[in-house]
């Protein structure tokens, strides 16, 4: 039984994403490999070899998948599992944009349900996911032969990213589909944490008025705690932030240390993404805001007052 | 070119999920359903197709009990021409019900079918991938802007860190994101017009498709419940009890 995680990462460097299903597949049981499939990628590989826990790496290097095209990454991981001799019981990869768009393709393929989402792992056939915006747990048990998975990174801990030594196998490309090419990406760069591993998130709501706002009141305090930034719907529909800070059900799934809702309501979706953050704060000045049900600390004011004076205060 | 919008009658996205007692599911006893906030997007995206001309035809498509004619009747209100209900009183795992879209994609032939990317109960974000999968289609998931030219469809995509374009030769599968366009609401006279417009059902036997469920659910419980904290009285004790009692400064 051999489990093959697939890796997130950006040619360049493996994603901490990564590191979360390395976890969730060692809970499976069984030998974890790590597939990198990208271009001029052999750094990655590298890293994905120094993982805790990772018996091995394939590598498959081709101009054609440094563009992260469904099409040609689904292909290729088919490609290995069709493959009696790998062994395949359990394909993995975490909840990005990339394991989404690709996994589903990957099952269908295969003729097997794809099992979104984990948050733990009961055995190797029996897996809990959120449904219903994570207000119930499924705990469901798989009939398929082989597990296709994708993987909530805050239910699983990271495994340690140096450690290991496990030997980068070159493996064939399979040919490019050609029906699929990316024409261009506004990828924002920000010398900020991502919010998908930051220790601390400060986050506005529509409460902030305006993307103006947004920036000049809440920077200086995720500057001082070196917190990463998010937002609700709301606030990103009303153009104040990009699309990638959106928290949510239908956003990121965030679980920081620290969490600081600010002029957000707490929406069923909203605390979808944020509810199992370790300690809440909420800032809102109408003292129902739903988000005091979950906040370990609420604090009722304007924020335009009260973030600047927190600020101030530490 | 013919679009093809398949819409999934929900739990409304306003009402809270209750799990029942007996840890079998989630309460759907005398709840509001409503289409699918993410289909509700891929149908006014197709009907916008056809308004600028680039689509002659909308065809919604639902799979599930008769009562999904309701959301069939939504769709065609918003203004999707005709609609196909696939009846099946079984539980429709996703990778059943992209066979069935499947099956009647190969009847349909669109150019384009255009899906949610997620249904707000079961949260999977599958079926749109698996069905571009069993039709060796490309697709674009998670879409904020779509482009129907020269044969191509050029699609921006919401993804981590920002946005993406791709091309995708048609025809092609694409998912909808919240940002892509602004649902019209559904006219008074819309809705009459919408209850004189074809309707056909099909049978998933009759499209030769095994619906049978490859997960089955061993139990459905809450999840641990956050209770509410306290309320501070000013900045000053909330930075104390940061510092002092959550030790998070
Ligand atoms: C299909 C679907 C998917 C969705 N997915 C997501 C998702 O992933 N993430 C998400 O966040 N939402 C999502 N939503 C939207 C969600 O339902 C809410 O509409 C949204 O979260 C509300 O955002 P908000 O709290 O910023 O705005 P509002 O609900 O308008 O709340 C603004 C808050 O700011 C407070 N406020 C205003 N001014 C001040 C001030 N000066 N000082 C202090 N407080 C102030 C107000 O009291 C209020 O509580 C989704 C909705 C649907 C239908
Ligand atoms: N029973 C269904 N009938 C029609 N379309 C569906 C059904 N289930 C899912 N879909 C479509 O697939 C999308 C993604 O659903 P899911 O993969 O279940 O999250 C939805 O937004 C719908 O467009």
């Not at chain 1, 590598?59 to 095209?69: E, I």
């Not at chain 2, 066979?99 to 384009?112: I, R, T």
């Amino acid at each position: 039984m051999a489990i093959l995680v697939i890796a997130e990462h950006d040619n360049a460097s493996l994603k901490a994403a990564t590191l979360n299903t390395v976890t969730a597949a060692a809970k499976i049981g069984g030998e974890v490999h790590v597939l990198v499939a990208g271009s001029d990628c052999r750094a990655v590989a590298d890293a994905a070899a120094r993982v805790q826990g990772v018996a091995k790496v394939r590598l498959a290097d081709a101009a054609h998948y440094g563009d992260f095209t469904a099409e040609n990454h689904a292909a290729l991981i088919v490609a290995q599992v069709a493959n009696a001799a790998s062994g395949y019981t359990h394909v993995l990869a975490p909840s990005t944009s990339h394991g989404k768009n690709t996994l589903p393709r990957v099952a269908a393929l295969l003729d097997v349900a794809q099992i979104s989402d984990i948050i733990a792992v009961e055995d190797a056939d029996t897996f809990v996911r959120p449904i219903y915006a994570g207000n119930a747990l499924a705990t469901v048990k798989s009939s398929d032969a082989t597990k296709v998975i994708t993987v909530r990174t805050t239910g699983f801990d990271a495994a340690a990213a140096e450690g290991g030594s496990a030997a980068v196998e070159a493996i064939g490309a399979a040919a490019d589909t050609g029906q699929c090419t990316l024409v261009g990406r506004d990828i924002a760069k920000s010398a900020r944490p991502e919010l998908t591993a930051a220790k601390i998130i400060v986050s506005g709501g529509r409460g902030m008025g305006s993307g103006e706002n947004y920036h000049k009141v809440l920077e200086p305090l995720a500057d001082k705690l070196g917190a990463a930034m998010g937002a609700t719907r709301a606030a990103v529909d009303a153009g104040f932030v990009p699309n990638d800070y959106q928290v949510g059900q239908t956003g990121k799934i965030v679980a920081p240390q620290l969490y600081i809702a600010i002029g957000i309501s707490g929406a069923i979706q909203h605390l979808a993404g944020m509810k199992d953050s370790k300690v809440i704060v909420a800032i809102n000045k109408d003292p129902d805001a739903p988000i005091f049900q979950v906040a370990d600390y609420g604090l009722v004011a304007d924020l335009f007052a009260a973030v600047p004076e927190l600020v101030a205060a530490i | 070119m013919k679009v093809l919008v398949p819409v999934k009658r929900v739990m409304d996205y306003n009402v809270k999920a209750r799990v029942k007692s007996d840890g079998t599911g989630v309460d759907l006893a005398n709840v509001k359903m409503s289409m699918n906030p993410f289909d509700e997007i891929a149908v006014e995206e197709a009907v916008r197709l056809k308004e600028a001309g680039t689509a002659t035809e909308v065809v919604a498509v639902s799979c599930g009990v008769a009562a999904c004619q309701e959301t069939l009747r939504t769709a065609m209100a918003i203004g999707a021409d005709r609609a196909v209900l696939v009846e099946s009183d079984a539980e429709l795992q996703p990778l059943a019900v992209a066979k069935l879209l499947k099956a009647v994609a190969d009847k349909e032939s669109p150019q384009l079918v255009i899906l949610g990317k997620q249904a707000i109960d079961d949260d999977s974000n599958q079926v749109g991938q698996m069905l571009a999968a069993l039709l060796g289609w490309p697709q674009a998931t998670f879409a904020s802007k779509v482009v129907i030219a020269d044969g191509k469809a050029t699609v921006t995509r919401e993804v981590d860190g920002g946005l993406e374009t791709v091309a995708l030769t048609l025809p092609a599968v694409v998912t909808t994101d919240l940002r892509l366009n602004e649902p019209r609401y559904a006219t008074l006279p819309n809705i009459m017009k919408a209850k004189k417009k074809t309707l056909d059902t099909l049978k998933p036997d009759a499209l030769g498709v095994d619906v049978s469920p490859r997960l089955t659910t061993v139990r459905v419980s809450e999840p641990p419940k956050r209770s509410a904290g306290i309320k501070v009285a000013d900045v000053a004790q909330l930075v104390d009890k940061l510092k002092n009692e959550a030790k998070v400064f």
